[in-house]
């Protein structure tokens, strides 16, 4: 997995966004918001137990969309938040395809992390969030699926990752 870009976002801040939780309808005079819908509806991760943290990566997410999205592809990245930054490493991103009204499914995959091209600061953190975004032709983002990885150093010294599954 190559580091093709790392960028730092000035201080981290903080917000908070309230959702519904899943299957609880929204009050009638709520619309829904603009844009296509998106239901994730499975999420593949491999190697789905902890791992070696330069260990490749291969992901599969199933989803269905009430509109025809075409000339998408989904950007993976992964973000940490430093005690002065944010630091966000792209991963890489699928083809672009086109996607239509209904169930779709991507994949993706990462080839092992060279970790001499690693910045100490990604991989001291003990918690980062890999995240899969769904992007539109213009650069819109519509859905992003957020994976919460855990970092530790084993008995032996080396790095551990382990990403949970947010459909588990």
């Given at each position: 997995l190559p580091i093709s870009q790392i960028t730092g976002v000035?201080?981290?801040?903080?917000?908070?966004?309230?959702?519904?939780?899943?299957?609880?309808?929204?009050?009638?005079?709520e619309e829904a918001p603009a844009g296509p819908q998106i239901d994730v509806t499975s999420i593949s991760i491999n190697p789905a137990e902890e791992s070696a943290f330069e260990d490749g990566l291969g992901l599969a997410i199933g989803f269905n969309?009430?509109?025809?999205?075409?000339?998408?592809?989904?950007?993976v990245s992964?973000?940490?938040?430093?005690?002065?930054?944010?630091?966000?490493?792209?991963?890489?991103?699928t083809e672009i395809a086109d996607y239509g009204v209904g169930h779709n499914a991507m994949t993706f995959t990462a080839d092992p992390l060279d970790m001499a091209t690693v910045p100490e600061a990604i991989w001291k953190q003990t918690n980062g969030l890999l995240v899969a975004t769904l992007t539109g032709p213009a650069g819109e983002e519509v859905c992003a699926v957020?994976?919460?990885?855990?970092i530790r150093v084993d008995e032996n010294g080396?790095?551990?990752?382990?990403?949970?599954n947010p459909m588990d």
């Open positions: 000035g201080p981290v801040a903080s917000s908070e966004v309230l959702l519904p939780a899943r299957g609880q309808a929204m009050a009638e005079d969309t009430d509109t025809d999205l075409v000339g998408f592809c989904w950007r992964y973000v940490v938040d430093t005690s002065k930054r944010r630091l966000i490493v792209e991963a890489g991103c957020n994976m919460v990885v855990q080396l790095l551990r990752r382990f990403i949970f």
